[in-house]
């Protein structure tokens, strides 16, 4: 099927009588005739939901979707983007290890690795996306198991060379995880350019109307675990909780990673999404392929009318020919728009800027982005509040940054309330 067929189709076929839409498994366990049964599935001798807090139908037919549009082979719904993120390194790193990651991520994501993962023993280097593959070569070390990157990063919106980093994933024996969150798999699939393991925040477009939190992590199903020796225990060696089961062997490469993550991390920490935001994903993704191409279409033309804007100092938005990220984005995407997301720094102060975003009226100032919605906010003021401001000018944040999340509305009237906003932040000179 093609892509937009497969938005409505995949990871679903109803049988004769069968709802026609995914149905709602709105409960937490199942009933078996007996306890043989139980225990087979306990010990991952048999595959049946047992328990929703490790798997449900409607969530898995929907992680079955994603899998199919991003080209992976095995999916699973978490209860938010930053679980996505945390879990898909957390399957892989230990106590002892280490982790490579691009400094031009999501100011949240940023946190998670530089305050959390320490905390929990995972040592974090950050590199610059930009830095050429000898000095990124630099990072790697014997512990390093996972490199981290953003196709598009949120919210300076540098465009990740995922071949130059698959390469250095490649050169270290580890996996390249790449949050695909702005573009969607309608703009970009990773996994056809290198990368191993895919993250969502489907809070985000996948949801596309701002309803249900959630995150999603894909494996492409293509990283050769067993080949890498003692690098990866978890899924290499003798587990046992699972009476010496060695998921690599027993699962094999295309999903021991994928039911490891299911089978340890949903079961001891829980955070699966719940089957009724599991719905919601799941409908509203069968809309993503005509809501994306609009979100383009509008921030497209937004764009190119910021820039011609003298209030305007600089804007960010790989669609436009002169952005130093148009070349990296016409390759890796199939718009080189990327997303319906647009940086721009204004034209004077901090204040300047908030006088901007207390004026607008269409565009409504959110924490959320990515919506059908069109929203808008201050990064320094919010996502990368807690940042320092070395490390917010590291991620690409300046005190005047917009970031605008350009919905499906209207494009005049989207461009009327930007013009009136600026001109109340910069009134016209009598």
């Not at 204004?346 to 269409?362: M, Q, S, W």
Request: glycine residues 8%; charged residues 20%.
């Amino acid at each position: 099927m093609e892509f937009n067929t497969r938005c409505l189709q995949a990871g679903y076929e109803p049988g004769n009588g069968d709802p026609r839409q995914i149905p709602i498994y709105q409960n937490t366990t199942w009933y078996f005739d007996s306890s043989e049964h139980m225990a087979m599935i306990f010990d991952l001798e048999a595959a049946s939901p047992f328990y929703s807090r490790i798997s449900n139908p409607t969530s898995d037919a929907v992680a079955s979707r994603l899998a199919a549009l991003e080209g992976g082979a095995a999916a699973v719904l978490t209860a938010s983007g930053q679980t996505a993120s945390f879990f898909a390194v957390f399957n892989i790193c230990q106590a002892g290890d280490h982790l490579i990651a691009t400094s031009q991520i999501y100011g949240g994501t940023y946190n998670l690795f530089a305050v959390t993962l320490p905390m929990m023993g995972i040592e974090v280097t950050f590199v610059d996306a930009e830095a050429d593959l000898d000095e990124l070569k630099a990072a790697i070390k014997p512990n390093t198991k996972a490199i981290f990157g953003e196709t598009l990063s949120n919210p300076a919106l540098n465009v990740l060379d995922i071949e130059k980093f698959a390469a250095l994933a490649g050169f270290a024996g580890v996996p390249l995880i790449v949050d695909n969150t702005f573009p969607t798999p309608y703009n970009c699939r990773p996994i056809e350019h290198g990368a191993d393991i895919v993250v969502h925040s489907t809070t985000k477009y996948l949801d596309g109307h701002a309803a249900a939190l959630g995150g999603a992590i894909i494996d492409a199903g293509n990283f050769d675990w067993l080949g890498q020796g003692d690098k990866f225990p978890g899924l290499t060696r003798p587990d046992s909780s699972y009476h010496g089961l060695v998921f690599a062997e027993q699962f094999g490469q295309k999903a021991c990673y994928i039911t490891r993550l299911i089978t340890h991390l949903m079961r001891d920490l829980g955070a699966i999404t719940t089957p009724q935001n599991a719905f919601i994903l799941g409908m509203n993704i069968e809309s993503l392929h005509v809501r994306m191409q609009r979100h383009l279409d509008n921030a497209q033309t937004i764009a190119e009318w910021l820039q011609n804007n003298g209030n305007v100092a600089q804007v960010y938005f790989p669609g436009l020919v002169s952005d130093s990220q148009h070349e990296r984005a016409a390759k890796y995407f199939d718009s080189p728009a990327g997303s319906g997301v647009i940086s721009f720094d204004l034209e004077g102060t901090r204040e300047d800027a908030v006088k901007f975003l207390d004026a607008l009226r269409v565009a409504r100032i959110a924490t959320h982005v990515a919506d059908a919605r069109t929203c808008v906010l201050h990064p320094a003021s919010t996502t990368h509040r807690q940042l320092s401001d070395e490390q917010m000018i590291e991620a690409g944040v300046s005190p005047t940054m917009i970031r605008l999340s350009v919905g499906i509305e209207d494009i005049s009237d989207l461009i009327a309330d930007l013009d009136s906003a600026l001109k109340v932040a910069f009134p016209p000179q009598a």
